[in-house]
């Protein structure tokens, strides 16, 4: 049972404030995963958590009681780094037993559970080799065995799989997942890589500029962003998000993304429901998969010419032009056979979300 | 292993390989020339154009160890006869062993100066490399404030010829008692060689990546046992390198020793050339003093050579 708990936390580098205000509940047995560009203040959260960097302000608990002045080697907290930092001297087994010699665990007890971890991670084969001649995988999965092997509280992982390549790092994620099931341990995970967030997590920590943005589970960050800077950082492609014109057209409302543009049709309602903040500065926004598309005029359907069109192979990522701006829509694979076609395409309104352009607060609207 | 291939990459090798001989054979002859007077018998070791076919005697090193005096007369057929080999070869010489009241040999200086040598270099360099490897790890992983300032205070102590303050030395020294004792010049050595040892110590730890440490702080280390766990090991090849020129300077200096030391403590570099012999100089006999002079340095560096190469360890952290 591990809870984790920041409170208030708050950390300057000299005069540049990293961490700001931070708060967050972290059950037992969580997936947590840190999200944010480099230079967020994920990293800091992460070491502050382990104890490698000290806080200014604020509490972390770790089961409700609070750690912030605890020396690392004292909070019962295993990390892997993204270098993996095994120790060059010693062999995989060493290695893995490493952690296990701080608590004098006796020779036969670390032996039984050093082989019990590398049988998890299917290195047994491994343990009489150097670091130096593991693959970048392999490298991973010691590095996950030494922070595993002392049954810690809490496991912290810093980018744990961005140095390996593609391939591996899809194996790995998987691995992770996997282990995470069977061990349970409360985990706390930093990436910039948005999939990585998005399968492994049970929540997402978003952070920008050491401000948490939104927390949330993978569907609701990515359904229901709270603001612009998560609405444009998780998805790919990019949600769309421009200006917004609402214009009220004798029953019809439309909204304008551009002064030339003809409007995309909205329900009614969305007049009501914008409460008046459609007069003032408003983005609207929509992902790729919320521009509906077809090949005949429908009502509602707006006719946009094709200017880019990406084949993914499961399916296309095609530019259309509106006004002097562009929207991205992901249409089946082949729809739309070449650049300067013209397509039919609106915005699905269930799939849409309104910001305010001032505070880039998303205002909560759902259709 | 890339392949020489083209013609003009087999002639550079070849220039190259040439080069390193002669090159080799310069550094070399002073050590040959040193090595083989030691074992050439007296006559011979001043020859012009020098000898080099000689059969190769042990009388240098026999009366390299053994106190000797100038023999007014010849010892009779039946003393030299009675006397063992290793005296022999000292009449021959010309001279005889010096014994006590009680017929006992008398050892020259040169076991003790040779000892006080290895007491002092291994002790200072202990002394050097142990204190600077604690002070470049203080300057690597902490912030000091004043960091710069304080790395260039410990470099400018090198900067002055130590010789210039020898005579202060001299004096400080007499106040405190420390004149020919071993911790005077131990204390000595470590100083010379303290800043230097910082720096280079600094720079092979400023090249262990701190994420070593960090692991082993989660993973239930203190700072001090993560120092001895994993940052010694990582940092042997610095250690090594750093304790070899350390270990260098302190056996070959000359200036302090001869001025701070004159019995008790003294270090062979100085005695070598007082003991020029009861007469003339004897070439040879200085010859083996320098020759055995020479060895723990040599044996040093060559039982630490795989260290002095780097990049044995490294690879194991990704970046």
Same mark, same amino acid.
């Given at each position: 049972?591990?809870?984790?708990?920041? /409170?208030?936390?708050?950390?300057?580098?000299?005069?540049?404030?990293?961490?700001?205000?931070?708060?967050?509940?972290?059950?037992?047995?969580?997936?947590?995963?840190?999200?944010?560009?480099?230079?967020?203040?994920?990293?800091?959260?992460?070491?502050?958590?382990?104890?490698?960097?000290?806080?200014?302000?604020?509490?972390?608990?770790?089961?409700?009681?609070?750690?912030?002045?605890?020396?690392?080697?004292?909070?019962?907290?295993?990390?892997?780094?993204?270098?993996?930092?095994?120790?060059?001297?010693?062999?995989?087994?060493?290695?893995? !037993?490493?952690?296990?010699?701080?608590?004098?665990?006796?020779?036969?007890?670390?032996?039984?559970?050093?082989?019990?971890?590398?049988?998890?991670?299917?290195? @047994?084969?491994?343990?009489?080799?150097?670091?130096? !001649?593991?693959?970048?995988?392999?490298?991973?999965?010691?590095?996950?065995?030494?922070?595993?092997?002392?049954?810690?509280?809490?496991?912290?992982?810093? +980018?744990?799989?961005?140095?390996?390549?593609?391939?591996?790092?899809?194996?790995?994620?998987?691995?992770?997942?996997?282990?995470?099931?069977?061990?349970?341990? @409360?985990?706390?995970?930093?990436?910039?890589?948005?999939?990585?967030?998005?399968?492994?997590?049970?929540?997402?920590?978003?952070?920008?500029?050491?401000?948490?943005?939104?927390?949330?589970?993978? +569907?609701?960050?990515?359904?229901?962003?709270?603001?612009?800077?998560?609405?444009?950082?998780?998805?790919?492609?990019?949600?769309?998000?421009?200006?917004?014109?609402?214009?009220?057209?004798?029953?019809?409302?439309?909204?304008?993304?551009?002064?030339?543009?003809?409007?995309?049709?909205?329900?009614?309602?969305?007049?009501?429901?914008?409460?008046?903040?459609?007069?003032?500065?408003?983005?609207?926004?929509? /992902?790729?998969?919320?521009?509906?598309?077809?090949?005949?005029?429908? !009502?509602?359907?707006?006719?946009?010419?094709?200017?880019?069109? +990406?084949?993914?192979?499961?399916?296309?990522?095609?530019?259309?032009?509106?006004?002097?701006?562009?929207?991205? !829509?992901?249409?089946?694979?082949?729809?739309?056979?070449?650049?300067?076609?013209?397509?039919?395409?609106?915005?699905?309104?269930?799939?849409?979300?309104?910001?305010? @352009?001032?505070?880039?607060?998303?205002?909560?609207? /759902?259709? | 292993?890339?392949? %020489?291939?083209?013609?003009?990459?087999?002639? =550079?090798?070849?220039?190259?390989?040439?080069?390193?001989? %002669?090159?080799?054979?310069?550094?070399?002859?002073?050590?040959? #020339?040193?090595?083989?007077?030691?074992?050439?018998?007296?006559?011979?070791?001043?020859?012009?154009?020098?000898?080099?076919?000689?059969?190769?005697?042990?009388?240098?090193?026999?009366?390299?160890?053994? *106190?000797?005096?100038?023999? *007014?007369?010849?010892?009779?057929?039946?003393?030299?006869?009675?006397?063992?080999?290793?005296?022999?070869?000292?009449?021959?010489?010309?001279?005889?062993?010096?014994?006590?009241?009680?017929?006992? %040999?008398?050892?020259?200086?040169?076991?003790? *100066?040779?000892?006080?040598? =290895?007491?002092?270099?291994?002790?200072?360099?202990?002394?050097?490399?142990?204190?600077?490897?604690?002070?470049?790890?203080?300057?690597?992983?902490?912030?000091?404030?004043?960091?710069?300032?304080?790395?260039?205070?410990?470099?400018?102590? *090198?900067?002055?010829?130590?010789?210039?303050?020898?005579?202060?030395?001299?004096?400080?020294?007499?106040?405190?008692?420390?004149?020919?004792?071993?911790?005077?010049?131990?204390? =000595?050595?470590?100083?010379?060689?303290?800043?230097?040892?910082? #720096?280079?110590?600094?720079?092979?730890?400023?090249?262990?990546?701190?994420?070593?440490?960090?692991?082993?702080?989660?993973?239930?280390?203190?700072?001090?046992?993560?120092?001895?766990?994993?940052?010694?090991?990582?940092?042997?090849?610095?250690?090594?390198?750093?304790?070899?020129?350390?270990?260098?300077?302190? #056996?070959?200096?000359?200036?302090?020793?001869?001025?701070?030391?004159?019995?008790?403590?003294?270090?062979?570099?100085?005695?070598?050339?007082?003991?020029?012999?009861?007469?003339?100089?004897?070439?040879?006999?200085?010859?083996?003093?320098?020759? =055995?002079?020479?060895?723990?340095?040599?044996?040093?560096?060559?039982?630490?050579?795989?260290?002095?190469?780097?990049?044995?360890?490294?690879?194991?952290?990704?970046?």
């Amino acid at each position: 049972m591990t809870q984790i708990e920041l /409170r208030g936390v708050q950390k300057w580098f000299g005069s540049n404030q990293v961490i700001k205000d931070m708060n967050l509940d972290i059950a037992d047995g969580e997936f947590i995963v840190m999200l944010g560009q480099s230079g967020c203040g994920k990293t800091t959260t992460l070491r502050a958590i382990a104890g490698l960097e000290t806080i200014d302000e604020g509490d972390i608990l770790i089961d409700g009681s609070a750690v912030q002045h605890l020396k690392c080697s004292d909070r019962d907290i295993a990390m892997v780094f993204q270098s993996f930092s095994l120790y060059p001297h010693m062999t995989v087994y060493q290695n893995i !037993a490493f952690p296990l010699h701080a608590t004098r665990t006796s020779s036969a007890d670390a032996d039984k559970r050093v082989r019990e971890i590398a049988g998890v991670l299917r290195i @047994t084969d491994l343990l009489e080799r150097r670091p130096s !001649a593991l693959s970048g995988g392999d490298m991973q999965r010691v590095a996950i065995g030494r922070a595993l092997v002392r049954q810690p509280k809490a496991m912290l992982m810093d +980018e744990p799989i961005g140095a390996l390549d593609t391939k591996l790092r899809e194996e790995m994620r998987a691995e992770i997942k996997r282990l995470h099931v069977r061990q349970g341990s @409360t985990t706390i995970y930093v990436t910039h890589d948005q999939v990585e967030a998005m399968s492994l997590a049970d929540r997402i920590v978003i952070m920008h500029e050491g401000v948490l943005q939104q927390v949330g589970t993978p +569907e609701e960050v990515y359904g229901h962003p709270e603001n612009l800077f998560v609405a444009q950082f998780v998805g790919s492609p990019v949600m769309n998000v421009a200006d917004a014109k609402v214009a009220d057209e004798g029953g019809k409302v439309r909204i304008h993304l551009d002064p030339a543009d003809p409007g995309f049709e909205f329900p009614r309602e969305l007049l009501s429901r914008l409460n008046g903040h459609a007069a003032g500065g408003l983005k609207v926004g929509v /992902r790729p998969e919320g521009i509906l598309v077809s090949h005949e005029a429908k !009502a509602g359907y707006v006719p946009l010419e094709a200017q880019i069109i +990406e084949p993914l192979g499961s399916h296309d990522i095609v530019d259309l032009k509106v006004g002097t701006g562009m929207i991205r !829509a992901r249409t089946p694979s082949g729809f739309v056979p070449k650049v300067g076609e013209k397509v039919h395409a609106r915005i699905d309104p269930a799939q849409a979300h309104f910001f305010d @352009t001032g505070s880039g607060k998303s205002l909560g609207v /759902r259709l | 292993m890339a392949a %020489v291939k083209t013609r003009s990459e087999v002639a =550079l090798n070849r220039t190259a390989i040439v080069a390193v001989l %002669v090159v080799t054979i310069i550094f070399l002859a002073p050590i040959y #020339w040193i090595a083989s007077t030691a074992f050439k018998p007296r006559h011979l070791a001043t020859t012009i154009p020098p000898t080099v076919m000689f059969e190769p005697e042990i009388g240098p090193f026999v009366k390299l160890f053994l *106190r000797r005096s100038q023999l *007014r007369e010849q010892p009779t057929q039946e003393e030299y006869e009675a006397a063992p080999w290793w005296e022999r070869l000292v009449f021959d010489g010309g001279e005889k062993v010096v014994r006590d009241g009680r017929g006992e %040999v008398q050892l020259s200086g040169y076991p003790d *100066r040779f000892a006080n040598s =290895l007491i002092v270099a291994v002790v200072s360099t202990v002394l050097a490399v142990g204190m600077g490897t604690l002070t470049a790890y203080g300057f690597s992983r902490f912030k000091v404030a004043g960091e710069q300032d304080w790395l260039f205070f410990i470099l400018s102590t *090198r900067m002055l010829p130590p010789v210039v303050v020898a005579i202060p030395m001299f004096l400080m020294y007499r106040v405190f008692g420390l004149n020919d004792t071993h911790i005077g010049l131990i204390i =000595l050595y470590t100083a010379f060689n303290l800043s230097f040892s910082v #720096w280079l110590m600094k720079g092979f730890i400023d090249e262990i990546p701190k994420e070593y440490e960090e692991a082993a702080l989660v993973d239930g280390y203190t700072r001090m046992q993560a120092f001895f766990k994993v940052v010694l090991p990582e940092a042997v090849t610095g250690i090594a390198a750093t304790a070899v020129f350390c270990f260098i300077i302190a #056996w070959n200096e000359y200036a302090f020793a001869l001025i701070m030391t004159n019995r008790k403590a003294q270090t062979a570099p100085p005695f070598i050339p007082s003991q020029v012999g009861s007469g003339l100089p004897d070439w040879t006999v200085i010859a083996a003093g320098t020759f =055995l002079f020479l060895l723990p340095v040599a044996i040093f560096t060559f039982l630490l050579r795989n260290h002095l190469l780097r990049g044995m360890s490294f690879g194991a952290i990704r970046k």
